[in-house]
């Protein structure tokens, strides 16, 4: 596994992302179903203000990515003519003795120990072709497992009058500072209030549809508790060369956070492969099997001894990435809930992320542009209290 490594120079002038796919993901989306809605893009077209849209939509739509269906060597989602998605693991030998429920849990993705049940108790589970009879069955390496999963759930996505902050605005595009707390675009149970809903309103449906229904001109994401900038295409064809930009690492995205700990060096790269964590769904990890890579450079911009303001950029950009790299190396964000620790210093209880500068060149023109974000009112207010006590304990 790689180590982090000491990097040299100014933050990198990029950030990956699938193309045609947004990274990060807003963990509260909770999935039903684990098949691939891929094909679901270009021909469903997002409709306009006042509007009602219709997609199906699972996991891979509303978090995590065509490649992120199905987690764990075996596993996979196998659409069914004219029947329900099937899906299907082999269990190898680290998962002997595990529940299968907890195998479930563990191999698709969003699914909870209490849905696993569900299926196992309404007879959707088989063992090596036999119906499962209890969901405390101990699993033995070679067992192939099955799940008939009930279809995809329709979400209704409308258009809605929400404010927005735009920074940038033209035939082709929108640049949005988003608030903290936003979610980016709807999920089973979470289907309104959402950037998206409002870009469909602010846009009047006229918006890229490369991403289906569901996410109508998004090119990239960033957490519900990150706060900053992102892009939203209005034609498919600056989402297509937005996508491929990011693909290529063309496009530049830095962050600031406050991180605790005091960091031994200036400067620094985490080059470590993130997959989800067998132990909690709701969760990316450092994996050293079926992992993706993942690259985070990171700067040192203040010291306050117990915490440390960082500014960070992406050579990739994979769920929760700078959240679980930083907490890998022992430097967790200040606030984060789900990889930091659990008391509330200054009573922050979410992550301190910001995503405070964006550059690309424009689809259309070819010409570059940047635009940043000043952190936001709570975030700074942060940064004052830390000075302050930092002071005081020189």
């Known amino acids: 596994m790689n180590e982090r490594a000491a990097q040299t120079g100014g933050p990198a002038d990029g950030a990956a992302a699938l193309a045609g796919r947004a990274p990060g993901a807003d963990a509260e989306a909770v999935a039903r179903v684990t098949v691939s809605e891929a094909e679901a893009g270009a021909d469903e077209v997002a409709t306009g203000a006042g509007a009602e849209a219709v997609a199906r939509v699972t996991v891979s739509e509303a978090e995590a ?14 659409p069914q003519a004219g029947g329900p998605p099937l899906f299907r693991a082999v269990a190898g030998v ?35 072709g036999a119906a499962a009879q209890a969901k405390r069955y101990n699993i033995k390496a070679g067992d192939v497992v099955e799940a008939a999963l009930p279809m995809p759930e329709l979400l209704k996505v409308e258009a809605e009058d929400i404010p927005l902050r735009i920074v940038y605005e033209d035939d082709e595009l929108l640049v949005i500072d988003k608030d903290k707390g936003m979610v980016v675009h709807p999920a089973p149970g979470n289907e309104s209030g ?82 989800r964590d067998p132990r909690n769904r709701l969760r990316q990890a450092v994996v050293s099997q079926n992992g993706r890579r993942a690259v985070t ?98």
Not at 65 to 78: M, N, P, R
Not at 103 to 111: I, Q
Not at 199 to 206: L, N
Not at 302 to 326: A, K, N, P, W, Y
Request: glycine share 12%.
């Open 94 to 128: 680290e998962d002997i003795g595990a529940r299968l429920d907890v195998f479930l849990a563990g191999r698709m993705a969003d699914v909870s120990r209490s849905y696993a049940q569900g299926l196992i108790t309404q007879g959707a589970v088989t063992v090596n």
């Open 194 to 275: 959402t950037l998206v809903n409002a870009v469909m309103f602010h846009c009047g449906g006229r918006l890229s549809a490369i991403n289906g229904v569901a996410r109508p001109g998004i090119v990239h994401r960033i957490d519900k508790d990150t706060s900053g900038l992102l892009l939203v295409a209005k034609t498919d064809m600056a989402h297509r060369a937005l996508a491929g930009a990011l693909a290529a690492h063309e496009i530049v995205r830095k962050y600031e956070a406050v991180a605790y700990s005091n960091f031994m060096e200036d400067e620094g790269k985490v080059d470590l492969p993130l997959g």
């Open 65 to 78: 990515g065509a490649d992120e269906v199905a987690t764990g060597a075996g596993a996979e989602a196998v």
């Open 297 to 394: 450079h990171y700067w040192v911009k203040e010291r306050f001894g117990d915490f440390t303001h960082i500014e960070l950029s992406l050579e990739t950009g994979r769920t929760h990435q700078i959240r679980v790299h930083m907490a890998y190396i022992k430097h967790p964000l200040l606030g984060d809930p789900l990889y930091g620790p659990k008391n509330k210093p200054f009573g922050v209880e979410t992550q301190m992320l910001h995503a405070g500068t964006l550059g690309f060149r424009h689809p259309k023109t070819g010409g570059y542009m940047e635009f940043s974000s000043p952190l936001p009112e709570g975030f700074a207010g942060i940064l004052e209290k830390l000075r302050a006590k930092s002071k005081r304990t020189r």
